[in-house]
């Protein structure tokens, strides 16, 4: 396994186990200089921001002067008196079912289907369902798409083929809010992690399949289950931890495409909440806060998540 | 001569062609079916958008809309161009900085991840499975769970309103270093000791053995990194008008006034084309890689 190889020349027994762990860093520190460039940049972009919302959840921080310690004042005041967040904490637990576990049974079954036709196909199928993940400016589209006079186009359509008898609001009406939100996360929920579990159907090593095939493998179901699934461990555990980051955090999509705050706050996320406090108000404590709490349920649900999904990861 | 040996020939065609080894022809169609029915609904937006973006004035509010144009016109887009270059700063700039950071941003990115990787799925060494351990878990604190605190990090190291405070932060992404390492781990050991006999250092191993082999990984990392950069909001970071991207600016014109729907179309669809071309490039070599290793076996 070792590429430096120095068991042998490692002073065994004889010394105490931190001198041997001192020698092996410094038998190996080619690997720390590879290691360097990234986990530096990582530390202070990834790992602080982190980090700091531990100590600044229990501050009064206005970004200008220095933070004031306020104990717990902050979580009583989300918990007890913020019935906005308590709503938006209601929502996103909706959109997390939708583009959380949905999404990821959804992109596993089209990434096995894309990968059952021919390679030109392939291509092309690939290229479609990926495509919008990479449009940022999507929600323009959306917009125009769901305007809520009559030339918007969804309304012109339905008005056109008889099922509307007037323009909705789609974007305004409490009652459509979140549907459209969830569709328009949906649409753009087939990115990294579908891309990943496509390219991993097709790392599988061919000769398995023809090896299958001798083996007495009928049908591609027992191809799936049989040898893909097996074999596509890694890709599926990025993909469900990637699911679970896309599906708490949700909420750009919602802001850019029916403001923030939504009408009566019906697509209001946590991370919309975490913005809105931190961003428009400067708040930054309670928005630390609404943060850390967000990270500590990241963390349980990946923590699930990965024990469940365990036995296909070595 | 003769029952095995034609076999054998019948085997190799098998392979060559490039055909499913199981599944039936009825399973594919059936497929096929469904999967264009499903990509109608993912498409038609970036359809549409392209359609209007085309569309001259007087069709642009038909009623009810059509889904073609009769009289293309490039009018929506010269409009776009006028609205950019009567900017302070003209477009040119823009396009550079937008162009420059998300270069940068790739090919750093790509470096640092493919060194990084290597070391923590090949080599074994004393904080390696904590390493590990702190990458799967980090994947979930992605930008857009972080950056709100990001800022404030930023702000302290001074770098807001500077080219670094939109390439650094893009950089050392969890995503892209956890990709490769999963391709890597793939790779056999025999190969590294191969090199490693050979003298070869822990540096030339991993460039010249192993990323050579993990041309799919790469070009999906390559994806990841361009369309992270390109479509970055640099609105909170960037005050300096001479230093924001194209997202930015773009999105500014479209919310003007002067700016009606068809050059708002226009614009959508000048920020969707450099990530989908950037993907339509890398798709195919990922296709060619595969074509070439179905081969080796």
């Known amino acids: 396994m070792a590429v430096k190889t120095a068991v042998k020349d490692a002073p065994l027994n004889k010394q105490s186990k931190s001198k041997y762990t001192w020698h092996m860093m410094k038998i190996n520190k080619a690997c720390y200089a590879m290691l360097a460039p990234f986990m530096i940049l990582f530390t202070i972009f990834t790992v602080i921001p982190v980090i700091i919302t531990l100590p600044l959840a229990f501050t009064n921080f206005n970004m200008a002067q220095f933070p004031e310690f306020t104990g717990l004042s902050n979580f009583y005041t989300l918990f007890l008196n913020d019935d906005t967040f308590m709503l938006a904490v209601q929502n996103t637990l909706v959109f997390a079912v939708f583009t959380g576990p949905f999404s990821y049974v959804l992109s596993f079954i089209l990434a096995w289907l894309i990968n059952e036709m021919h390679p030109v196909l392939k291509t092309f199928f690939t290229f479609v369902f990926y495509a919008p993940s990479m449009t940022t400016s999507a929600y323009v589209i959306w917009q125009l798409l769901l305007s809520g006079d009559s030339k918007g186009y969804i309304n012109a359509i339905l008005i056109s083929l008889g099922i509307l008898n007037s323009p909705q609001q789609w974007l305004t009406d409490t009652k459509y809010i979140l549907i459209v939100c969830i569709i328009v996360q949906l649409w753009i929920s087939m990115g990294a992690g579908f891309l990943s579990l496509r390219a991993g159907f097709q790392n599988i090593d061919k000769s398995m399949y023809e090896a299958g095939a001798i083996e007495g493998i009928k049908n591609r179901w027992q191809e799936l289950f049989l040898i893909t699934i097996p074999s596509m461990g890694p890709q599926l555990l990025f993909a469900a931890v990637l699911q679970i980051s ?69 | 001569m003769g029952k095995k040996k034609k076999r054998y020939i019948e085997d190799i065609k098998v ?84 162009v420059f950071v998300s270069i940068v941003v790739t090919v750093t990115n790509v470096f640092v991840c493919c060194c990084a990787a290597f070391v923590l799925s090949k080599c074994k060494f004393p904080g390696n499975a904590f390493f590990n351990k702190l990458i799967v878990t980090a994947l979930l604190f992605t930008s857009s769970a972080t950056w709100i605190i990001q800022f404030l990090v930023m702000a302290t190291m001074g770098i807001i309103d500077t080219y670094w405070a939109l390439i650094l932060p893009s950089i050392a992404t969890p995503m892209g270093l956890f990709l490769m390492r999963q391709s890597m781990s793939t790779i056999h050991d025999s190969m590294i000791e191969a090199a490693k006999v050979d003298g070869a250092g822990l540096f030339r191993i991993c460039w010249q053995v192993v990323v050579p082999n993990q041309k799919p990984a790469i070009m999906t990392l390559i994806i990841f990194a361009f369309q992270d950069a390109w479509n970055k909001q640099s609105g909170t970071i960037i005050y300096s008008e001479e230093l924001k991207t194209l997202p930015t600016i773009m999105q500014q014109i479209a919310a003007t006034g002067i700016a009606r729907q068809g050059v708002t179309f226009a614009t959508s669809v000048i920020l969707m084309l450099p990530p989908l071309i950037v993907f339509l490039i890398a798709q195919s070599n990922v296709m060619e890689t595969m074509a070439n290793s179905g081969i080796k076996d």
Request: proline letters at 5%; a positive charge.
């Open chain 2, 15 to 98: 392979r060559k062609s490039n055909k499913k080894i199981t599944g039936s022809r009825w399973g594919t169609a059936l497929i096929f079916i469904f999967l264009c029915v499903t990509g109608v609904f993912m498409i038609f937006p970036i359809y549409y958008a392209v359609v209007q973006s085309f569309k001259p004035i007087e069709e642009l509010f038909v009623f009810p809309p059509k889904l073609y144009v009769l009289h293309p016109t490039g009018k929506n887009y010269s409009d776009m161009i006028k609205v950019a270059t009567s900017l302070w700063v003209p477009l040119s700039r823009y396009i550079f900085n937008s």
């Open chain 1, 246 to 314: 896309a599906s708490f955090t949700v909420g750009v999509v919602s802001q850019n495409l029916v403001g923030l705050p939504s009408t009566d706050y019906a697509a209001h996320t946590v991370m919309n909440h975490a913005t809105d406090y931190g961003w428009i108000r400067y708040e930054m404590g309670y928005a630390s806060a609404i943060c850390l709490i967000l990270f500590v349920v990241m963390l349980l649900v990946n923590k699930l998540i990965n024990w469940i999904l365990r036995r296909y990861v070595d």
